[in-house]
């Protein structure tokens, strides 16, 4: 079976499915479900290795994450309102 998730309402397997609905389908329906456009396969995001923990960047690099947000960007606009003599 492939996972998919229907891009569209669609009724397969006597089921009605809405967009963004997960579903499973036998591989020669799949294929034709994603020619058709009506569903795009369905890719698993990638579990954490076993052992390691989840790091968040803020904790990586403090000093970082603190210039970016003291010293925001400010682009000079010219004023064109004012006329030049």
């Known amino acids: 079976m492939v996972k998919l998730i229907a891009n569209r309402r669609?009724?397969?397997a006597t089921?009605?499915?809405r967009?963004?609905?997960?579903f499973d389908a036998r591989p020669k329906?799949?294929?034709i479900l994603v020619l058709l456009q009506?569903?795009?396969l369905y890719?698993?995001?990638?579990?954490p290795k076993r052992g390691k923990k989840a790091v968040d960047p803020v904790e990586v690099a403090p000093e970082?994450?603190?210039e970016v947000v003291a010293d925001p960007v400010?682009?000079?606009v010219p004023d064109t309102d004012q006329q030049a003599d």
């Open 10 to 12: 669609m009724q397969y």
């Open 15 to 17: 089921r009605q499915l």
């Open 19 to 22: 967009a963004g609905d997960l």
């Open 29 to 31: 329906d799949a294929r």
């Open 38 to 40: 009506r569903a795009d």
């Open 43 to 47: 890719v698993e995001p990638p579990k």
């Open 64 to 66: 970082v994450v603190a």
């Open 74 to 76: 400010v682009e000079s």
